[in-house]
């Protein structure tokens, strides 16, 4: 319990240091080295690291999407070109270890290549979008909708569990729990929107928040959180694996606090691309 | 042999009433259809047929795609919408089919799901963007690089074919063959071009081909139908199956046929994306 709150105060120290770099390259870059490290314990996990050239183009595809999304995704032709050419390599990938490399796996790590960094580049697409003021607490939103629901519903669960909400494929999980997350999500996000919205005042970047609109969403996105973790878990168990890793003492491995926000960031994206929650005010 | 010169006349019946309706949604239904057989084959071929929520899921996936594609893929947030909402969906497939289901499974049929429509909504892309007399080209370009070359590759390897090319994967192709299927579809398909300006230029839409680059980029189209059919083979290999199906007497299933074409069609439309080829006169 120490080693998992010290792991989670170091992770907020970083998460501080990543929000003053919002607004620079350094932020793709570190949503790069996010998706290469989750795509690798994705990997490994569903022993889809061999051979070789799998993990290495698949890692590759998981490093650039969040350089280079924002031109891709800006034309269909490019879409198509780049989309093409990723596809061209597996199946070169497949010929080559055509003895050892099942096309299933081959479907797998090419699934996980695409969506981990096409989801995760949701927050590079907050920023561009929305600027740093409004896309950071966007950002914030998506990861606090995962964290905040993830905690809530361990000390819910851990007090008031009861009643089992997927034995099979999670057994720690109860309703008591997701409701537990729920709640502690959509109020301490309420929290976090009003301290953050002093902050941004402070800096002469004043937002406005719209709270109704706030409170109704979270519990959404908390739902959708869950959903995620779970779709982890049932991957995990598949595979016979407990942790995606051991980067993080405490907590596991990246993909095993990330595994929400996968689901989250781009629920976040689509949801205020469609109903604005935050409004710059200058 | 005559069965299949029959199925291939037939075909080309069809194809001429395709070309007929190119200009309406009829088209656009034609290629919904195909996309629905090749992922039926697919799927079966694969195993991944079973449970039936897969099956149906990814056949939505593959009917929709060639309607809504110009839709979805002209904006970013449309786009991740449409991704986000099916990846849910096929996790929640993985999850209500936990038990049977592996992660690997699904994900190779995602794959089919995905690529197979997204590819050949090439067809729809290049009659959008090029409108009808000059689109209608590019198709027939994208079909004729694909049959000409398996034609041409079918009868030099019967004549001359000496040097296997993959032995593991498709004992039946040679080196002599695949030159043979280069050099036909080259040639056959500037007759084409030309067949096709002078009764353009008979309906009033005068059109001008610069034979040069056809002349160049058809053996590159060539080579890519030829790694497509390659890749289909392998597929098929892995998974012990002879023919993708029985639909076309002689030819296989449709996925037999259209192996090669579901990698020219996107080849072409990227291709004259960015380099013109058949200009309109009027």
Chains 1, 2 share one sequence.
């Not at 061209?88 to 003895?99: A, D, E, N, P, T």
């Amino acid at each position: 319990m120490r080693q998992r709150v010290l792991t989670a105060v170091v992770g907020l120290g970083i998460l501080a240091v990543v929000m003053l770099i919002f607004n620079t390259p350094g932020f793709n870059a570190v949503i790069s080295a996010l998706c290469i490290l989750a795509v690798y314990e994705l990997l490994s996990a569903v022993k889809c690291n061999k051979p070789r050239g799998l993990l290495v183009l698949s890692l590759t595809v998981a490093a650039a999407v969040p350089f280079t999304g924002a031109y891709i995704f800006a034309s269909v032709p490019r879409f198509l070109s780049a989309l093409f050419a990723v596809v061209l390599l597996y199946f070169i990938v497949l010929l080559k270890g055509f003895g050892t490399l099942r096309a299933e796996k081959a479907a797998l790590a090419f699934f996980f290549a695409l969506i981990v960094p096409v989801f995760f580049c949701a927050a590079v697409m907050l920023r561009d979008s929305f600027g740093m003021a409004v896309g950071g607490l966007y950002l914030l939103w998506a990861l606090g909708a995962a964290w905040l629901t993830d905690t809530g519903a361990y000390f819910a669960g851990i007090y008031l569990g009861k009643h089992k909400l997927a034995p099979v494929i999670s057994p720690k999980k109860t309703w008591e729990g997701a409701a537990g997350g729920i709640l502690a999500a959509t109020f301490c996000m309420a929290l976090v929107a009003f301290l953050y919205s002093l902050l941004m005042y402070r800096l002469g970047m004043p937002i406005r928040v719209d709270y109704l609109r706030l409170l109704l969403l979270t519990p959404v996105f908390s739902v959708i959180g869950m959903f995620g973790d779970l779709a982890a878990s049932a991957v995990k168990r598949q595979y016979g694996v407990k942790d995606f890793g051991t980067m993080m003492p405490g907590h596991g491995g990246v993909m095993d606090r990330f595994d929400s926000v996968l689901f989250t960031m781009p629920s976040v994206y689509i949801a205020v691309c469609n109903i604005s929650v935050v409004t710059l005010l200058v």
